[in-house]
T-cell receptor, first 112, second 115 residues
Framework: QKEVEQDPGPLSVPEGAIVSLNCTYS??????FMWYRQYSRKGPELLMY????GNKEDGRFTAQVDKSSKYISLFIRDSQPSDSATYLC????????????FGTGTKLQVIP | GAVVSQHPSWVICKSGTSVKIECRSL??????MFWYRQFPKKSLMLMAT?????????EQGVEKDKFLINHASLTLSTLTVTSAHPEDSSFYIC???????????FGPGTRLTVT
């Protein structure tokens, strides 16, 4: 079993739709959870960073963490064509200096 | 956020030659840098953790003698792919840990093509 599972997609949605991206993980010791956006042939860009269970909102993006279920989500409201990218969930055990464990990424396409 | 640069962004080399990739933290000091490899449509695979002034820690299955990592200063780490072969063709990404911000920042990546 992989430490982090993420549906690779691709996921196609019409512009303006609400997008839900999810990851499950097996190691209950993970404490920090991140979502990265990666455009084609570019490095990952940090979108959201959460520590505890619950919701964290930043503009059109909401990150949700449920540690009891080992499940994290990223919601994108009012999706735009510019949101088309691969979204990677990631998590670390403790402290930013530890290695990051990534999901495989979900490719999202927002159709105008 | 902090900026991490990589150079070159794209390199093509012949089989058997060596290639050096640089990773720089531009506006912060990074005691720890990480090197990742990413195959098409795959996630990032950690290759090694690089600590300033000490030897890098390699992940299982990564050849130390093939992927030489040097972290000579708090703002620069280099990855040298020695005796490159076509199977080394990949996207190499570094990240740098900003202790002051408790965050890792990723570079834009370097695409290596070995012919």
């Amino acid at each position: 079993q992989k430490e982090v599972e993420q549906d690779p997609g691709p996921l196609s949605v019409p512009e303006g739709a609400i997008v839900s991206l999810n990851c499950t993980y097996s190691n209950s010791a993970f404490q920090y959870f991140m979502w990265y956006r990666q455009y084609s042939r570019k490095g990952p860009e940090l979108l959201m960073y959460t520590y505890s269970s619950g919701n964290k909102e930043d503009g059109r993006f909401t990150a949700q963490v449920d540690k009891s279920s080992k499940y994290i989500s990223l919601f994108i409201r009012d999706s735009q064509p510019s949101d088309s990218a691969t979204y990677l969930c990631a998590m670390i055990l403790s402290g930013g200096y530890q290695k990051v464990t990534f999901g495989t990424g979900t490719k999202l396409q927002v159709i105008p | 956020g902090a900026v991490v640069s990589q150079h070159p962004s794209w390199v093509i080399c012949k089989s058997g030659t060596s290639v050096k990739i640089e990773c720089r933290s531009l506006d912060f000091q990074a005691t720890t840098m990480f090197w990742y490899r990413q195959f098409p449509k795959k996630s990032l695979m950690l290759m090694a953790t690089s600590n300033e002034g000490s030897k890098a820690t390699y992940e299982q299955g990564v050849e130390k003698d093939k992927f030489l990592i040097n972290h000579a200063s708090l703002t620069l780490s280099t990855l040298t792919v020695t005796s490159a072969h076509p199977e080394d063709s990949s996207f190499y990404i570094c990240s740098a840990y900003d202790r002051g911000q408790y965050e890792q920042y990723f570079g834009p990546g370097t695409r290596l093509t070995v012919t």
